[in-house]
């Protein structure tokens, strides 16, 4: 577990980003244990229930293995911090200090599953784990997921908007590409809305294997969707792989990431296509909006939950008169 401020938090997860460090939980600043446990339920993608460790402080926490790769990550973060420490970023940083905990595999594999039922998305959609029954689906969409160790359940807000915008912009035949593709839960949730073909691509092999077993466990197969490891960015067998001409682009990345991706998404999207970003904290939605404007794309919706920022955004359209809706 590593302690910063929350504008330190945002330069923390990019230099982990740089050293392949991708997952991790969020540590918010609550005061007590009461209220984390009443306001943590949509957060069970970063944080399990036992890890009350360092409630009241603002931090991330990242968990590595317990073997020679692991070790060899976590000297490399060490290393980061220390050199984080000695160097000015203009703002409070916070100490950056790190705590070490050992933690059981099978409880952090197994332990959260619990607390995660299933619950609606938006109009059409419904989030079923793995090992609950449907009942309570009515003619909802059902989208059968089983997270495993990847990003995405859907109640993080971030893949709560981005599921909402999907379900109101997916029209039968569309292609979609799922930058950071996690679980695979925003690309398989596009195809049971009707999309033709969907492509996932992630960095790390662990979520791409996830992807694929829940795209099976919602009868999707290898024809209507595909998923790549790597990074989207700069890798460019990848690139060559998943090539251009999508409907609609997703991305629930962090923001210098989605940064990233606006300066070359046009390699990716359709002429009048479509691009969904979240993953945005409302403090960096300002940075975003100027890589979106320089890409030439519009803004024709955003959403807004708890202080997280999806957007809507069309390569060919009128500008949107700032249409706003908060889910907080």
């Keep these: ?91 409070e940083m916070g100490q950056l200090s790190a705590e070490v905990r050992m933690r059981d595999e099978e409880d952090w594999a197994e332990g959260w599953k619990k607390h995660y039922k299933p619950f609606p998305v938006g109009e059409k959609l419904y989030i079923r784990p793995a090992w609950e029954d449907v009942r309570g689906a009515g003619d909802r969409v059902v989208l059968t997921l089983n997270p495993g160790m990847a990003f995405g359940t859907g109640q993080h807000e971030t893949t709560f908007l981005c599921l909402t915008l999907l379900e109101k912009t997916v029209q039968p035949g569309m292609r979609v590409l799922d930058a950071g593709c996690g679980s695979g839960i925003l690309s398989i949730a596009s195809l049971l809305l009707g999309a033709r073909e969907a492509v996932g691509v992630d960095i790390d092999e662990k979520a791409t294997n996830i992807a694929v077993e829940n795209a099976a466990e919602n009868g999707l197969d290898g024809l209507r969707y595909r998923v790549y490891c790597g990074n989207l960015l700069s890798d460019t067998a990848v690139q060559q792989h998943v090539g251009g001409g999508y409907d609609i682009v997703v991305a629930n990345i962090v923001a210098d990431v989605v940064i990233a991706l606006c300066r070359r998404i046009h390699e990716h999207l359709a002429e009048n296509g479509k691009l969904i970003l979240s993953g945005i904290i409302d403090t960096r939605e300002a940075d975003v909006l100027e890589a979106v404007c320089n890409a030439g794309l519009h803004l024709c919706e955003r959403m807004e939950k708890n202080g997280w920022v999806a957007l809507l955004l069309c390569a060919q359209c009128a500008p949107a008169a700032g249409f706003t809706k908060d889910l907080g």
Aim: glycine share 8%; net charge negative.
């Design 1 to 91: 577990t590593v302690y910063a401020t929350e504008e330190g938090r945002e330069i923390l997860i990019g230099a982990l980003d740089a050293l392949g460090v991708t997952q991790f939980e969020m540590l918010d600043n609550v005061p007590t244990v009461d209220r984390f446990l009443r306001e943590a339920a949509p957060y069970w993608d970063y944080a399990l229930p036992d890890t009350l460790a360092g409630v009241g402080r603002t931090g991330i926490r990242l968990t590595l293995p317990d073997n020679k790769e692991g070790r060899a990550k976590r000297c490399a973060v060490e290393a980061m911090l220390a050199r984080m420490r000695a160097d000015d970023f203009g703002v």
